[in-house]
């Protein structure tokens, strides 16, 4: 599930107090504990599970961590039980994974970006336990989009990496306050779903 509530949102070069929220269903954590991990699929996925598995063919290096049944589920569930889109989603997030290798990025080659705070996982989550990440565009720093995506995927990674037991969301906070369109281009506003897109399992 990744929900955007854009009815609100201004066209014009500032914006209001205005706080975008988004709810994010993940399933990248790890075998060990990723939510579903710990109970039964569907009765009704069992065989679909399998049939993906078949349509992905043999897994190699790390591509077997983000296909467990837990996640395949959370796949089919994205893409309504269709066992082919759900196959051509993973396919892509598991492509994805390979060419950008998330897991991989340091904290030096991305400590520019995190100087002003215009990123940050909070001490706080939600009445459901659920992570809380915040983006403050007013508090961009730097110009270049290539170096703000690797930031924003490593911070998603980490929230991934830090979720609780059981949980498999997370919320994004985003806060428009003394923003403009200018200091944030829309393009990278909207990256937190074009990102993660493929490991957003409930979309």
């Known amino acids: 599930m990744f929900e955007f509530d854009l009815s609100t949102r201004s ?20 075998s060990s504990s990723s939510g579903f991990e710990n109970t039964s ?14 349509l992905l063919g043999p897994l190699i290096g790390k591509s077997s961590e983000y296909c467990s049944d837990a996640a395949i589920t959370r796949y089919l569930a994205a893409r309504n039980g269709h066992v082919k889109k759900a196959t ?65 995927v490593y911070c998603m990674e980490n929230a991934i990496l830090n979720l609780p037991d059981n949980q498999e969301q997370m919320v994004w ?4 306050t003394v923003s403009t369109c200018r200091i944030y281009p829309s393009k990278c506003l909207e990256k937190p779903l074009m990102c993660y897109k493929n490991i957003t399992l409930n979309a």
Not at 43 to 54: A, G, H, P, Q, S
Not at 109 to 138: H, W
Request: glycine share 4%.
């Open 41 to 54: 699929p569907p009765e009704d996925y069992l065989n679909k599970i399998n049939e993906v598995r078949t």
């Open 88 to 152: 051509k989603m993973l396919k892509e997030t598991l492509k994805w994974r390979t060419q950008y290798k998330p897991r991989e990025i340091r904290w030096e080659e991305i400590a520019r970006e995190a100087e002003t705070g215009k990123i940050y996982r909070s001490n706080y989550t939600d009445k459901y336990g659920r992570p809380v990440l915040l983006m403050r565009p007013s508090c961009q720093n730097t110009k270049s989009p290539k170096g703000q995506i690797r930031f924003l």
């Open 173 to 176: 906070l985003i806060d428009f």
């Open 11 to 30: 066209h014009r070069s500032r914006f209001s107090s205005f706080f975008f929220l988004s709810k994010m269903s993940l399933g990248t954590k790890g």
